[in-house]
Each structure stands twice: as C-alpha cells, then as structure tokens.
C-alpha cells in the first residue's frame, strides 16, 4: 500500500541554522508532492507544491526538492527563525488526481534562539 | 492565500448527541471541500471529498450514516457527527479547493483551522 514517512523525531536546531526535513514515499508516484505547516490546534497551511517534473522549488526562504527516483522530497528552511518552530507536513497528491491528498505524519521542528 | 473559516472551533457534547461543524470558504468558490479527521500526533485521514450538489465520496472505513456531509453551495460545507461517541472525539479539518478550468485539474487544498471535538 502506498507509505509516506517523515521523521518523527523532533528537529531542534539553532536560529539562523538551515533545517533541512525529509519526506520519503513508497508504492507510488505522485504527480504532485506538497508541504505545508501545521501550527498546534491549527489547521495546515500550504506552503510549496512541486510537481513530478520539477527538481526543485524556491519561495523566499524555503526550499523542496523533488527526486522521483529516491522517491523522497527535501524541504530547507534557510536562515531558520524561532517563528519557524511547527510541524511540516508533506502531501502527494492520490489516485484519482490531484484533489485527493495523502499526508505524511509530519515532523517537529523547534529552532531554538 | 485563500480563506477558509469553520464553525465552531471547539465543541464538547454528550455521548449520543449530534453535532454539526461548517465549513466556509470566505473569498472564493470551492467546487471541492474536503474533510479530515486527526488524531494526536497523527497524519490528517481524509475522510470525504463533496463536491457542491452532489453526494460527498467516503473513504473506506468512514460511516456514511454517522459522518453526513452536506455541500449545498460553492462556499458552505456541514459535517455532521450523528450520535456520537467518545471514540469520535478528534480534532476534525476541512478545507476547500476548485477546478483549475486551464489545466483540468484541482488547485491546491485550503485548510480551515480545525474543529476540536470531545464527546464526554
């Protein structure tokens, strides 16, 4: 059956350090892989949607690769703030297209001042 | 990005009572809502995809007959736990989407801030 894992160890690092979260998937290929932030008792909210053709994506500090064959997405947060610390979650999108999302368990991140 | 608002945020009923939790999408029309449950800890388990005016699409293993759904607009969703137990106390998400007319495909997923749910 399709798997998504993501970390779910914590990830602490230090203010201005690069977070690097990692989100691997087996029995599948999705045309569509998406992260997205989830903030305590918050609903998510989508960050970057990259696409099966496209090896990397960039928006201000955030940064997802995309590697069909490792089947794994990387997701960098450069120059990392406090305001950074959520839980990151990523997303394929499922059989049936793109309006169906199948979501990892997310992983912690807390930067630390 | 767009706005999608739910109704209440958190909710505490009794065991076999019914509650109702809307979903609205403020500043555009969604031909699609979806509706989540997460558990502590746990990834979002999509549990229906509605589409206004139409029968909303179980997943799997989710009731039809205790989770109804109702999609009677482009911008309002209802998700309505009938007789509820404590085992469907969760913290329950919908979010909207629409039809990208270009591409023929959904544009991404919008997601309210939740609905906390504990049935005593």
């Known amino acids: 059956s399709q798997k998504i894992e993501q970390n779910s160890e914590a990830l602490n690092i230090q203010e201005g350090k690069t977070a690097t979260l990692t989100c691997n998937y087996t029995?599948?290929?999705?045309?569509?892989l998406q992260w997205y932030r989830q903030d305590p008792g918050r609903g998510p909210v989508f960050l970057l949607l990259?696409?099966?053709?496209?090896k990397e994506k960039r928006k201000e500090r955030l940064k997802v690769t995309f590697d069909t064959t490792l089947k794994q997405s990387l997701f960098h947060i450069t120059a990392s703030q406090p305001a950074d610390s959520a839980t990151y979650l990523c997303?394929?999108?499922?059989?049936?297209?793109?309006?169906?999302?199948?979501f990892g368990a997310g992983t912690r991140l807390a930067v630390h001042p | 990005g767009a706005v999608v608002s739910q109704h209440p945020s958190w909710v505490i009923c009794k065991s076999g009572t019914s509650v109702k939790i809307e979903c609205r999408s403020l500043d555009f029309q969604a031909t699609t809502m979806f509706w989540y449950r997460q558990f502590p800890k746990q990834s979002l388990m999509l549990m229906a995809t509605s589409n206004e005016g139409s029968k909303a699409t179980y997943e799997q293993g989710v009731e039809k007959d205790k989770f109804l759904i109702n999609h009677a607009s482009l911008t309002l969703s209802t998700l309505t736990v009938t007789s509820a137990h404590p085992e469907d106390s969760s913290f329950y998400i919908c979010?909207?989407?629409?039809?990208?007319?270009?591409?023929?495909?959904?544009?991404?997923?919008?997601f309210g801030p939740g609905t906390r749910l504990t049935v005593l």
């Open positions: 029995n599948y290929s999705p045309a569509y």
């Open positions: 979010s909207a989407s629409n039809l990208n007319r270009a591409s023929g495909r959904y544009n991404e997923q919008f």
């Open positions: 997303a394929l999108d499922g059989t049936g297209g793109y309006n169906k999302l199948i």
């Open positions: 990259i696409r099966e053709n496209e």
